[in-house]
């Protein structure tokens, strides 16, 4: 028995010895087989990526709208037309550039009017006069993919297009079936991979980016492994294999990392079932074993079924909220749309009485030219045309006012001076001031107030404050509004009138909430107001002064150039 024991036992250790070997070298033999056709599948995706972004360069170069652009000099409609001829191509960003190296026309509004003239995708296509691909390093550690070629007419450089390749898409992709993938370049520096740390190293570089396991950890790897053939590499403590294709594209390299963690669960469930055939006395045990991992596997799948449920129910109320949000805003523009041309029919009868008296004078003088032109006087006519050319002059002046405040507001801030602003809308309301004795005084300062903000829409804001101010000052004999404009830790104008004064300061930003008779308000203009200047980062107060009246705020961050907008913090 004792013998029959012992060689059973060498028998059972001899099996399992053979079957380990065998069964880990064909399935580590799959994996790697699995492995080289992803690597074969991520390089043909790659090449496919590039190829279709470099003939886009080439056909933008030759677009006889981009070359008119940049031969009229008229970018209005450009980037329209690259954000549509990006939506056909799918590429991640395209640009135009003039031949200063000044971005005219991008996929991306905030690029435009940039200056890349020392960029290398901007000096390499001047110089090649061909299609060229540039890789270059952001800011944030990522690398930039583009193709650019210069744009020529009549056998002169007008221009460079740049075409962005989105290649991180694709690490997005290999992250979710591969332990770890690297793209390297001909100098073996890695510009692609699943793991951000590696970026712009070598690879030996990036394997050495690892925290050293300790000693129980080295223990249960080396229990773990105890029948795996040696690993081709160690990565973040774990033993994987090491894949390795070339990319038919400038030397690069593609290698990737797959754990075998899938292989020695296969070999050591063969092991277990083998273990179980000499070891007969222990199969109870490993029966109620595979019963409770049974069981907690159907656990998992009912709980993974209730999450599959979750998600997909908060992904429905993710659309849902983003969709009413999308709806606020397009009515809130409207309301802001409205509130404007609410403003400008009210200034309608004074604008219709400054346009009627230089009418009247150009009546007048045109009557007067013809009499002299009769009488043989052509010197003194001229002089009364050129009364004619002022009067004109007058006029465009006015009706390009009510155009410009009547323009919707767009969503790109520029730098503003609050003086202009301030001036632009005094000339607006001028027409309604002009209809009642009140007494106007400004106090600003010589130097420009700049800020960050939309121009039609801080001037939407500073006339509804001075049109609130008017109103309240209807049956004031000694009328009078101050308005002074500040510059501190912050940028301040302030509006303040004699009159009696706000009622409920708490209610006053609320929507629909007024003072004024039915008919004569909507309730929308301060809350507007005070949406407006909050999407600009600052804040509209109000209070009432101690000796009567009503003064209105408003409170935005400076704008110094090359120093990001700090949003004020509400109160």
Same mark, same amino acid.
């Given at each position: 028995?004792?013998?029959?024991?012992?060689?059973?036992?060498?028998?059972?250790?001899?099996?399992?010895?053979?079957?380990?070997?065998?069964?880990?070298?064909?399935?580590?033999?799959?994996?790697?087989?699995?492995?080289?056709?992803?690597?074969?599948?991520?390089?043909?995706?790659?090449?496919?990526?590039?190829?279709?972004?470099?003939?886009?360069?080439?056909?933008?170069?030759?677009?006889?709208?981009?070359?008119?652009?940049?031969?009229?000099?008229?970018?209005?409609?450009?980037?329209? %037309?690259?954000?549509?001829?990006?939506? +056909?191509? $799918?590429? *991640?960003?395209?640009?135009?550039?003039?031949?200063?190296?000044?971005?005219?026309?991008?996929?991306?509004?905030?690029?435009?009017?940039?200056?890349?003239?020392?960029?290398?995708?901007?000096?390499?296509?001047? %110089?090649?006069?061909?299609?060229?691909?540039?890789?270059?390093?952001?800011?944030?550690?990522?690398?930039?993919?583009?193709?650019?070629?210069?744009?020529?007419?009549?056998?002169?450089?007008?221009?460079?297009?740049?075409?962005?390749?989105?290649?991180?898409?694709?690490?997005?992709?290999?992250?979710?079936?591969?332990?770890?993938?690297?793209?390297?370049?001909? +100098?073996?520096?890695?510009?692609?991979?699943?793991?951000?740390?590696?970026?712009?190293?070598?690879?030996?570089?990036?394997?050495?980016? #690892?925290?050293?396991?300790?000693?129980?950890?080295?223990?249960?790897?080396?229990?773990?492994?105890?029948?795996?053939?040696?690993?081709?590499?160690?990565?973040?403590?774990?033993?994987?294999?090491?894949? +390795? *294709?070339?990319?038919?594209?400038?030397?690069?390299?593609?290698?990737?990392?797959?754990?075998?963690?899938?292989? %020695?669960?296969?070999?050591?469930?063969?092991?277990?079932?083998?273990?179980?055939?000499?070891?007969?006395?222990?199969?109870?045990?490993?029966?109620?074993?595979?019963?409770?991992?049974?069981?907690?596997?159907?656990?998992?799948?009912?709980?993974?079924?209730?999450?599959?449920?979750?998600?997909?129910?908060?992904?429905?109320?993710?659309?849902?909220?983003?969709?009413?949000?999308? +709806?606020?805003?397009?009515?809130?523009?409207?309301?802001?749309?409205?509130?404007?041309?609410?403003?400008?029919?009210?200034?309608?009868? $004074?604008?219709?009485?400054?346009?009627?008296?230089?009418?009247?004078?150009?009546?007048?003088?045109?009557?007067?030219? #013809?009499?002299?032109?009769?009488?043989?006087?052509?010197?003194? *006519?001229?002089?009364?045309?050129?009364?004619?050319?002022?009067?004109?002059?007058?006029?465009?002046?006015?009706?390009?006012?009510?155009?410009?405040?009547?323009?919707?507001?767009?969503?790109?801030?520029?730098?503003?001076?609050? #003086?202009?602003?301030?001036?632009?809308?005094?000339?607006?309301?001028?027409?309604?001031?002009?209809?009642?004795?009140?007494?106007?005084?400004?106090?600003?300062?010589?130097?420009?107030?700049?800020?960050?903000?939309? %121009?039609?829409?801080?001037?939407?804001?500073?006339?509804?404050?001075?049109?609130?101010?008017?109103?309240?000052?209807?049956?004031?004999?000694?009328?009078?509004?101050?308005?002074?404009?500040?510059?501190?830790?912050?940028?301040?104008?302030?509006?303040?009138?004699?009159? =009696?004064?706000?009622?409920?300061?708490?209610?006053?930003?609320?929507?629909?909430?007024?003072?004024?008779?039915?008919?004569?308000?909507?309730?929308?203009?301060?809350?507007?107001?005070?949406?407006?200047?909050?999407?600009? $980062?600052?804040?509209?107060?109000?209070?009432?002064?101690?000796?009567?009246?009503?003064?209105?705020?408003?409170?935005?961050?400076?704008?110094?150039?090359?120093? =990001?907008?700090?949003?004020?913090?509400?109160?």
């Amino acid at each position: 028995m004792r013998a029959g024991l012992v060689l059973l036992l060498a028998a059972a250790g001899a099996s399992i010895w053979f079957t380990n070997a065998w069964l880990t070298e064909r399935f580590s033999e799959n994996i790697r087989v699995r492995s080289e056709l992803r690597l074969a599948l991520y390089s043909g995706n790659l090449m496919s990526e590039l190829q279709r972004n470099s003939v886009v360069p080439l056909l933008l170069a030759r677009d006889p709208a981009l070359i008119g652009a940049l031969t009229g000099n008229d970018f209005s409609t450009t980037s329209a %037309r690259l954000m549509t001829a990006q939506k +056909e191509i $799918g590429a *991640a960003s395209i640009r135009l550039l003039d031949g200063s190296g000044r971005v005219v026309g991008s996929t991306d509004r905030y690029q435009i009017g940039a200056n890349m003239s020392a960029a290398p995708y901007f000096v390499e296509a001047l %110089r090649s006069r061909d299609t060229v691909f540039t890789v270059s390093e952001q800011a944030s550690g990522a690398y930039d993919f583009s193709y650019s070629r210069a744009v020529v007419a009549d056998g002169r450089t007008l221009g460079v297009i740049v075409v962005g390749a989105d290649l991180t898409r694709l690490e997005r992709s290999w992250a979710g079936i591969s332990d770890a993938v690297a793209v390297t370049d001909s +100098e073996g520096q890695i510009i692609l991979t699943t793991e951000p740390r590696w970026r712009g190293l070598t690879l030996s570089e990036a394997l050495a980016v #690892r925290s050293a396991p300790s000693a129980i950890q080295r223990a249960f790897q080396v229990t773990a492994d105890w029948t795996s053939q040696p690993a081709d590499a160690y990565l973040l403590g774990r033993a994987v294999m090491r894949s +390795e *294709a070339r990319v038919p594209f400038r030397g690069w390299r593609m290698i990737s990392f797959t754990a075998y963690s899938s292989v %020695r669960e296969r070999v050591n469930a063969i092991l277990a079932l083998q273990i179980m055939g000499f070891a007969i006395l222990l199969a109870g045990a490993f029966w109620m074993l595979s019963r409770r991992a049974r069981l907690q596997s159907q656990a998992y799948m009912r709980e993974s079924a209730d999450l599959r449920a979750l998600n997909a129910r908060l992904t429905r109320e993710i659309a849902e909220r983003e969709r009413v949000q999308k +709806e606020l805003r397009v009515a809130e523009q409207t309301m802001q749309q409205s509130s404007k041309l609410a403003a400008l029919g009210e200034m309608s009868a $004074g604008v219709s009485h400054e346009l009627n008296q230089p009418l009247a004078a150009m009546k007048t003088y045109l009557a007067g030219a #013809r009499l002299l032109l009769q009488r043989g006087r052509p010197e003194e *006519a001229l002089s009364s045309f050129q009364r004619i050319d002022d009067l004109i002059d007058r006029m465009g002046a006015i009706t390009r006012q009510l155009k410009s405040y009547a323009r919707k507001g767009g969503e790109a801030f520029e730098p503003v001076d609050l #003086r202009a602003a301030l001036s632009s809308a005094l000339t607006m309301m001028e027409p309604q001031l002009r209809t009642r004795p009140i007494r106007i005084i400004r106090n600003v300062p010589r130097e420009r107030v700049m800020v960050l903000a939309d %121009r039609i829409r801080l001037e939407q804001v500073l006339i509804n404050l001075l049109r609130n101010a008017v109103d309240a000052l209807r049956d004031r004999r000694d009328a009078r509004i101050e308005i002074s404009v500040e510059a501190g830790a912050h940028a301040y104008v302030s509006v303040r009138d004699n009159g =009696p004064g706000v009622s409920d300061l708490e209610k006053l930003f609320e929507p629909f909430w007024t003072t004024k008779k039915p008919g004569e308000g909507t309730g929308l203009g301060l809350a507007i107001s005070s949406s407006i200047v909050a999407d600009f $980062g600052g804040r509209l107060t109000a209070h009432n002064e101690t000796e009567g009246g009503a003064v209105f705020r408003v409170e935005l961050p400076l704008h110094v150039p090359g120093r =990001p907008r700090q949003p004020l913090a509400a109160e």
